[in-house]
């Protein structure tokens, strides 16, 4: 009988059917941060038991933690650096492994777990976060889960779960110069909607996926949350076994070549079914930005803002309370032109676009240029890792001479929990996954894009395309 990738997932897994499309799932990595894993670890500790595998578990620091150098345990945010002692001590005491501070593996949970082989095709993975997700780049079951949920599973191995409806999005064609795997995103949830993949594990699929370097598929797949999706897997290949081979915890030696063998049968069969299937053609996706307070809400760069009583061809409905909402709140007129709009700050950084390649898109647009006055602009690398490998190809020195701030790795400014934040009802373009109120700060405005698409509009004050940039 044919197979989908989710389900040769599901069934290797599967301890025991439940019921009621309920299965008993076993869970072979534990990834916790120290906004949420602290909490678990902790009330596992309380409750008198304790983890059943230490050697599965794996703990950073990278959602309260400052970015500014010179960082120790200090936070802005308050109560923050209790945050870091406790995860750091839990850890400690359930002998996970710990990406601490000064660690050189250290970042934010979604890009240290692949850098460092944690996340590989075949396994389940589960974290305290929305946007595990961005691991099914590999061919790996991976999906936020609640803190109660992490202590079951750092207790027994095992969560209890709802079996999700699957979603194939094949995408045909080639993507057009200076369109990007986030641009790709954006269009997808734009066309689908916030709710378009409700209780849906999504696989992305069809050649112009399977062009996409590492990087951009695990940007892809990190969006798969803003569609309410389960989560998103994309087939492991040549590429992904490429990328993984050598690192920390990736097999070696006869093991490699035994999982290079299993891994090769981890595809959707010919003939298998979903649930639901959308066709996209690379050749309708061009450079996206978000508009609203939500990333469902948003239009080609080139585009305006959209009247509700005439959406753009191909997006998904929005109700007139959303639309209107979005507009008091960002400040913003139907028909309004996205192009020339005057910001305030500019944020390169978060689990959506804060690797290695990202950072060399936006230094190559900053290269010679300068921030305009009055933009703050802020780069946050994704880890330690990825922030040393661009200092060491002088990427840093370009975003230093731009006028960017270089920080430290963490999850910095992607979200607001009363820690730095930009002002109240700036105007802020971000590189991160969501523009909810109040997302980057109190009453900030952001609008998501590209890293190539924020560095043009903090080099020209205003929202930019890159392309009209590299054509000077």
Known sequence: MARTLFEKLWDAHLVRDLG??????????????ERTGG???????????????PSRVFVTMDHVVDTLPGRGDRTIMPTGTDFILATREAAQRAGATLFDIGDPRQGIVHVISPENAVVLPGLTLVCPDSHTCTQGAFGALAWGIGSSEAEHALATGTLRVNRPRQMRVTVSGDLAPGVTAKDLALHVVARLGSGGGRAHVIEYAGPTIAALPMEARMTLCNMATELAAFTAVIAPDASTAAWLEGRTYAP?????????AAWADLATDTG?????????????????????????????????????????PGTAPTTPEAHARALAYMDLAEDTALLGLPIDAAFIGSCTNARLPDLRAAAGILA????????????????????????????DKVFLAAGFEWREAGCSMCFFAGGEHFGEEERVISTTNRNFESRQGPRTRTHLASPATVAASAIAGRIADPRE????
């Open 469 to 472: 940039l590299e054509a000077q």
């Open 368 to 395: 010679g240029r300068k921030v305009a006055a009055g933009v703050r602009a802020i780069c946050v690398p994704g880890s330690t890792r990825v922030k040393a490998e661009a200092e060491a190809e002088g990427l």
């Open 272 to 312: 298998a079914v979903f649930d639901r299937e959308v066709s996209i053609d690379a050749a309708d996706v061009v450079p996206m930005i978000s508009w609203g307070t939500a990333p469902q809400q948003s239009v080609p760069l080139a585009g305006r803002v959209p009247q509700l009583a005439a959406p753009p």
């Open 20 to 33: 009621g499309g309920t299965g008993l799932v076993a869970i072979d990595r534990v990834l916790l941060h």
């Open 39 to 53: 909490i678990a670890l902790k009330a596992l500790e309380e409750s008198g038991r304790a983890v059943r595998d």
């Open 252 to 260: 070696k030696g006869d093991d490699w070549q035994a999982a290079l």
